[in-house]
């Protein structure tokens, strides 16, 4: 029976890696008139009027996270200082989504490499770190490094200390019924995670080896995950999103045609191992 050989990728979602024609990856692409009509986004800064090039007075609308309508009759400034403005009162705010713990500083590293990376993709150690933590602590029954775990033990054929090519499909079934890492959990929305990662858009799930010896085996699996930090027209048109200054700020820093800085790709790896025995009750 012929043996699967390794490294084999054993999943990869319908999401393409690096699609740069997804539509939370557009910029520059609309205009004041529909930003303010079709999504609303008359009052977007407490500090500066982007459609005016005005300086806010403390007086034009009291400090919130929440939108009012009011534009303002200030201080002219120039469009490269009213983005650099902007930019920093999207850090600013971006402190309400990312109060604790060891990846609170991401978000504002990400704004900043919106801000000046021109759309290059971005990593980050920290982030390879969470990904890679979110898999080992995920002990749910929908937690995919388990489910491959199981597979790998069902299907081995011990006596040829091998994983056979016609149960490849196994794997990738047994991931599609399982969820993918995301960082949608509770504590995601105040660590840093969630609003910098979230959901994902491609993943791929590789195993680099496979090693069978005395009715054990050890098996090293890499994730490889991208998202898209960007956002797309049904984004800010939930109110849950368009509420907030941070969303708003974001949308038209991104999709302005008189800004239109780029997205970019947030790439994350992260490597695991996996061991296990032929006789293992399962957990």
């Known amino acids: 029976m ?41 009052y977007l800064s407490d500090r500066v009027d982007p459609y005016t090039l005005t300086r806010h007075s403390s007086m034009d609308c009291p400090q919130s996270m929440f939108c009012c309508n009011l534009r303002s009759q200030g201080e002219k400034i120039t469009r490269q200082q009213c983005a650099a403005i902007m930019f920093d009162e999207f850090r600013q705010l971006s402190r309400l989504f990312s109060v604790y713990g060891p990846y609170r500083h991401l978000i504002e590293k990400m704004i900043t490499h919106m801000q000046n990376g021109n759309g290059t993709p971005f990593r980050d150690v ?21 489910r491959i775990r199981d597979t790998l033990k069902k299907y081995i054929i011990w006596e040829d ?27 995601d929305n105040f660590n840093g995670m969630g609003i910098t990662v979230h959901d994902t858009w491609a993943t791929h799930i590789t195993i680099r080896s496979l090693q069978i010896e005395n009715d054990r085996y050890r098996a090293v699996v890499h994730y490889k995950v991208q998202d898209h930090f960007g ?53």
């Not at 920290?126 to 388990?146: G, H, V």
């Open 2 to 42: 012929a043996a699967l050989q390794f490294p084999c990728t054993i999943f990869t979602t319908q999401n393409r890696m690096d699609d740069y024609g997804a539509k939370d990856m557009r910029c520059g692409d609309l205009t004041e008139a529909q930003l303010t009509s079709q999504y609303r986004l008359n």
């Open 126 to 146: 920290s982030l390879d770190r969470a990904l890679k933590e979110q898999i080992l602590n995920d002990k749910t029954k929908n937690s995919t490094l388990l």
């Open 161 to 187: 200390k091998n994983y056979p090519t016609k149960d490849k499909d196994e794997l990738r079934k047994t991931i599609l019924e399982g969820k993918l890492p995301k960082f949608d959990r509770f504590q």
């Open 231 to 283: 956002l797309d027209s049904d984004d800010i048109l939930k109110k849950k999103f368009s509420q907030f200054h941070f969303f708003r700020i974001w949308f038209v820093l991104q999709r302005y045609n008189q800004f239109g800085f780029k997205p970019f790709m947030t790439n994350m790896e992260a490597t695991v191992e996996i061991t296990g025995g032929r006789d293992e009750s399962k957990n």
